[in-house]
């Protein structure tokens, strides 16, 4: 069996920091590791639709900037196919044939749907294309055979749906699909970075986010306005590491090496912990030791993003390219299901039978 890795992001805005560390870094290791026979990244702009069907451009809009940023970070069109979902109709025929085998109960028992559903505010007025979104997801993932799918962790139940419906279809018919297996990021503290007032995920609509393509100046002042320990109000005062967010962000990004640059008087993490609790270490230090990290970490990704978006007709042509690939692999998977079901009426001998 081939090694293929799916994965992509809804183009609903610039991508930031949770994603880069959730799922987009890890992508690009794996990229470049040599490992896998495909590699399939997905501008999701039919999925970004279920719940943006009234505002078409700001999806439409969003996939350069979405692609611009998995340029900046490293994601190679040589290595990788990069594609526009909308453009692979052979995507919505599989979620219908898939919609058969899911009930309704099972959807609304799915953690992640339960919870975009409570934080986008929907209750009853839940789009249909919203709710199926687990199928849809199933469509493409299966669409290209991934055995590999690179995550955050808050999207587990939704593979764990697809391995559902590759189950259910390969034994009511036959042993067409593959079934997926999700990889999480390395760091754990990775799987769910909080945002940067201290809520339990950076997210675009909540407004709490650092962004790829952001500004020097614009990264130091949301690193400045994080949620810290709000009974640490002195210098003096001892200080708590839990709930913390801007510690939160060092477990996440810093090193030893980056004491040595930026922060000599202490030899690591542990050392500035220990200091912050005991009291006598104000929380502006530590902001300015993170500011410094953020910008080593974001800088050559702003730069590189800078440059291939002084010619956005290639990053289209990138795309074109990507999609007709994808729409061909798709096309055969789609075949091989049908096949499989037994209403691929003009390829087979179906008035014999």
Do not use: W
């Not at 189950?167 to 999700?182: I, W």
Request: charged share 25%.
């Amino acid at each position: 069996m081939k090694n293929v890795i799916l994965t992509g992001d809804r183009p609903t805005g610039k991508l930031h920091l949770g994603h880069y560390v959730g799922s987009l870094k890890r992508r690009v290791i794996l990229q470049n590791s040599g490992e896998f026979d495909d590699i399939y990244i997905m501008v999701a702009d039919a999925q970004a639709l279920t719940d943006n069907a009234d505002d078409v451009n700001k999806v439409r809009n969003n996939i350069s900037e979405v692609a611009l940023d998995y340029l900046a970070c490293g994601l190679d069109p040589k290595k990788s196919v990069i594609f526009i979902q909308s453009q692979i109709p052979e995507l919505c025929e599989l979620s219908f044939y898939y919609m058969n085998l899911v009930t309704v109960s099972r959807l609304q028992r799915n953690p992640t749907v339960k919870n975009e559903i409570q934080l986008r505010g929907f209750k009853q007025s839940i789009p249909t294309g919203f709710f199926t979104y687990p199928i849809s997801q199933a469509a493409d993932i299966t669409a290209f055979k991934a055995n590999v799918v690179p995550v955050g962790e808050d999207q587990l139940p939704m593979i764990e749906q697809t391995r559902e419906i590759v189950r259910s279809f390969n034994t009511m018919y036959k042993e067409v699909l593959v079934e997926p297996q999700a990889v999480l990021p390395e760091n754990e503290l990775c799987a769910r970075l909080p945002g940067l007032d201290g809520a339990a995920k950076m997210s675009k609509s909540l407004g709490n986010c650092i962004y790829l393509s952001d500004s020097e100046k614009d990264i130091k002042k949301k690193v400045q306005s994080m949620f810290t320990d709000p009974l640490h109000l002195r210098v003096e005062d001892p200080g708590h590491l839990e709930g913390n967010t801007v510690f939160t962000y060092l477990d996440a990004f810093s090193h030893d090496e980056h004491f040595e640059e930026f922060l000599p008087a202490y030899k690591n993490l542990d050392e500035l912990k220990a200091h912050y609790c005991r009291g006598g270490l104000g929380d502006g230090t530590v902001k300015k030791f993170l500011n410094e990290i953020m910008q080593a970490e974001l800088r050559p990704i702003r730069e590189r993003r800078e440059e291939f978006q002084k010619d956005l007709g290639e990053v289209f042509n990138m795309l074109q390219k990507g999609s007709e690939k994808a729409r061909d692999v798709a096309a055969q998977t789609l075949d091989e299901v049908k096949t499989a079901m037994g209403i691929n009426y003009f390829k087979s001998n179906f008035l014999n039978k």
